[in-house]
């Protein structure tokens, strides 16, 4: 995808608006570059001594009509202009949040959150400063030098005075040329390393208990220290040519002035221009000198800018890992029934096979119960049912159909997931339990925390459901999270319920009482239950044990014990623990 892309398409969508922001500082510029024609007029006049005290009244009001003019034309240029640039910022970021909703657990995992929020945040301001302090400056530059020039040419002043003062600025398209590369070049690492801190920044403020029950500060602070360093040599580096670049462009024009008044006013002492010329050309020299300094600024703006259009076009060409066939079908809320054959699944760039040979049956309105020690690949199948990763073709059927055919929404409209770590948004518990239907009746939501036994811990707090979490609520307890988590999950209805080690931050009566009130509620529902407590899953119709990727056991709590293998062994130690508790 060419660089410009994200940008051409949002010019082109709002080109009426560009072209109206253009306009109206073309207009200011062409009013502008009067000035110094009327001030040439003037001081001929003045030494012709043919000025009155009327014509003088009149130039003054001439001069005033043009400040007032461009004030409002430019004014209304500038405005515009930052408009579109505030737009573009908003458009940009729904897009990009958009995409990133899009894209796959992998592709996270791959690029830190922290850098991804950079792109968002420092990228997208970089480009909307370029649309909008960009086209305003570049416009103003490029057309007031113009009309200057054209207004130079329509005067007196001799062509040959004026091509030859204006020969130092001929060298800045080549300063340009051989410097923004640069300077686009060290934007890019800037923006790199202002990424990598904000990925370091998240990373430390996420595991600040860690850090502090460590005592750790102190490295920590190393840590972060080092990409602030390395923020700031990258920006003294850019520092370093951007200033090389903003003095020389002046320092052109300086060179053109200089150039006007050896040779203008040897011309005029000579009488080969009028006084009036004189002060024209000089005038017009120094009116061009802050158009100057801005192409300066806008090309460095520029070329940064163009380094984060570079990283945003990337990141929004990043195509999704899991992909809905072009001819997806609907799952439907019919049957149920969860068939996995053969399945094999190793993780993207990993050597070792998480799962290997996975053959399941699971009938609708069945529970199964999935166990395992540690990293056995328990959540990797829930992960390959929920298509957070795609299984080989026709492994996982659901219904009958392969998941690999169905669209994504509908497959993952039929599964309630509850996460071990039990996630929940800075928002009210209300809304964290009613997440996917905020329309919800209040009885519904409370029937839900019922269910997760949750409900009287909610209503003991003062502002109840409406209490809200996170960054500037309460915190709640591991335990509590875990069950407003699992209400969550009721409240979503779906025909099929996978429980992911959802309950192990309760106490064993609550887990009991848990596990009691979905067999009850949830008794027309297909439900996988992970747990390493093998209390969680003993009352299940199946239970699979996995050990390696492999399932080294299955039978009903009774057959698996008489088995005498991995889980029986789980049991007894778990049994021996409870004993000694
Ligand atoms: N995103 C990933 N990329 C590469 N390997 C992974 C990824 N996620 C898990 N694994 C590996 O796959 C294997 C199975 O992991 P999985 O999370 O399924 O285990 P688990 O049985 O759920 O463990 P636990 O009980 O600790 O949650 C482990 O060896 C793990 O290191």
Redesign the pocket.
Known sequence: MGSTRLLRDYVKANLGMYATGVFFIILSNVTQSFFPLVLGHLTDDLQQKTATLESIARYSLTLLGIGVTYGVLFGIGQYTNARLGRKFEYVTRQKLFRHFASLS??YF?RHGVGRLLSYVMNDVTAVRESISNGVNQTTNAIFFILSAFVMMSLSSIPFSLIAGTLLPMATIPVIVVFLGPRIRKRSLEVQESLASMTESAEEQFGGIRVTKTFAAEEMASARFGASVDRIRQNQLALVRISSLFQTLLPFMGSLSMVLAVLIGGYMTLTKQISLGSFVSLTFYLRMMMTPLQQIGNVINMMQRSRASLERLNNLLAAAPDIRERPDAAELGPGGTDIQIRNLSFC????D?C??EDINLSIKPGRTLGIV??????????V?LLLRV?DPPAHTILIGGRDIRDVTLSSLRSQIAYIP?DGFLFSTTIRDNIAFSNREAMEDEMKQAARDAQIYSSITELPQGFDTKLGERGITLSGGQRQRASLARGFMKHAPILIL??SVSAVDAVTETSIVRQIRASHKDKTTLI?A?RISAVKHADEIIV?DE?HIVGRGTHQELLAQKGLYASLYSIQEEGTRHA
């Open positions: 657990e992998y995992s993780y993207p760039g990993s070792r998480a799962l395992g020690r540690t990293g056995s690949g328990k959540t990797t199948l992960k990763y071990q992911d080690d992970i390493h996995l990727g």
